[in-house]
C-alpha cells in the first residue's frame, strides 16, 4: 500500500468568530448522559423529549414528515437542518447563540430543562444535538439509548402529530470554545508536526483511505495527514442500535490505534463528513473519561471543499 499526500497551494485561511467566550453551564443538577428506553418509560413527563433525526441527502428522506407520522409521547422535534448557521455554504454548521436560544426556546425548552433526545437510527444524529446543548453549556442533556428502534422494540407506545408546543424563554447561552473547531484552527493541527492533538475520524474506512468518493458530489475523499479512523458504525448494535458498554468502546478504539488510556488529558479532535457522526465519537470517549473533546465543525466537507489543507489518500 502506498500513500499520497495532496498538497494544497492555497494559502487563505478562515478564522473562527472572534466573539466566543466560553459557555456558562447549567451544572446545578446531574443527569445521565446515555438513558435506557426503560428509565426515560419510567420518566415521562418529566424531561423534554426531542427527536433529533437527520439522513444523509442521499436517502431522500423527510424527518420533518416522519416525525409527524411517529414520535416518543410528548416529544418536540429539533431539526439540525433549520437550527444552523444559515449563512454558511457547509451543512448544518453551529448557529449564533442568539439564534439558538430563539429556535429552542420555540420548541417550549428553559435553560434549567432537562432535555432527552433521541433519533429513528438509533445512534447516529441524536449525539450532534446532545453535543450542540452541551457547546452552549446546557449540561442536562441525556441520549436515549436505541432512539426510537430501541423504544418501539421494548412494546412502548408512539404519537403522531407535529408536537407544537407553546414557546418559552431560552435565555441566550456562551458557547464553550473548547468542544468546538474551526477551519483555522485544524489548518494548523495539520501543519504542525510536533502537535499532541489527537484527529480521529468517523468516516468509513473506504472514504477516509481515499478508495471510496465522498457522498457529496465533487468532494475528495482521503484524510488529514495523522488522523486515526473510528467508522461510528462500530461504536454500537447495529441490530439493536444500541451504544455498547465501555469496555467495547475502548477495544474499538484500540484496535484502531487510540489507546484511550493515554488520551484522559489530552486534546482530541473529532471529524467526520458534516460534523454530524463526529458527536457520536465525541459522546463514546465522553463516556470514556476524556476531558479534552472538541468536534470539528464544518468536518471533511468543509475541509476538502476549501482544499487549503493536505489530504492524504492510502492507495
Known amino acids: 500500500m502506498t ?11 478562515l478564522s473562527r468568530p472572534s466573539s466566543l467566550l466560553r459557555a456558562q453551564s447549567t451544572r446545578a443538577m446531574t443527569v445521565p448522559t446515555l438513558l435506557s428506553v426503560t428509565e426515560l418509560k419510567k420518566q415521562l413527563g418529566g424531561p423534554i423529549v426531542l427527536d ?5 441527502p442521499a436517502e431522500k428522506r423527510d424527518p420533518i414528515q416522519e416525525f409527524k407520522n411517529e414520535h416518543l409521547p410528548g416529544a418536540r422535534y429539533f431539526d439540525i437542518e433549520s437550527i444552523k448557521d444559515k449563512t454558511s455554504s457547509f451543512p448544518h454548521m453551529m448557529p449564533t447563540a442568539t439564534q439558538f436560544a430563539q429556535q429552542v426556546g420555540e420548541l417550549g425548552i428553559t435553560n434549567n430543562d432537562h432535555i432527552v433526545v433521541y433519533d429513528t437510527a438509533g445512534f447516529f444524529s441524536a449525539p450532534r444535538v446532545y453535543w450542540m446543548f452541551k457547546a452552549f453549556g446546557h449540561d442536562k442533556v441525556s441520549v436515549l439509548n436505541g432512539g426510537l428502534k430501541a423504544w ?4 412502548y407506545s408512539v404519537e403522531s402529530g407535529d408536537g407544537k408546543v407553546q414557546a418559552k424563554e431560552y435565555k441566550v447561552p456562551k458557547l464553550d470554545i473548547d468542544v468546538i473547531r474551526y477551519h483555522d484552527q485544524i489548518l494548523q493541527l495539520v501543519r504542525d508536526e510536533n502537535s499532541k492533538t489527537t484527529i480521529i475520524d468517523a468516516r468509513g474506512a473506504d472514504r477516509f483511505t481515499g478508495q471510496a468518493p465522498e457522498p457529496r458530489a465533487g468532494l475528495s475523499s482521503g484524510h488529514m495527514p495523522g488522523a486515526k479512523n473510528v467508522s461510528f458504525k462500530q461504536l454500537f448494535d447495529s441490530k439493536t442500535g444500541e451504544l455498547y458498554d465501555n469496555a467495547q468502546l475502548a477495544s474499538v478504539f484500540e484496535k484502531a490505534g487510540v489507546d484511550v488510556s493515554k488520551l484522559k488529558n489530552e486534546p482530541v479532535v473529532l471529524s467526520c463528513g458534516s460534523g454530524v457522526t463526529a458527536s457520536v465519537l465525541y459522546f463514546a470517549l465522553e463516556r470514556l473519561g476524556l476531558k479534552k473533546l472538541a468536534v470539528y465543525d464544518g468536518s471533511w466537507t468543509e475541509y476538502a471543499s476549501l482544499n487549503q489543507g493536505p489530504i492524504v489518500k492510502d492507495l
Open 152 to 155: 418501539k422494540a421494548a412494546g
Open 52 to 56: 433529533g433525526s437527520w439522513h444523509m
Open 3 to 13: 500513500t499520497r499526500i495532496l498538497a494544497s497551494t492555497s494559502t487563505r485561511i
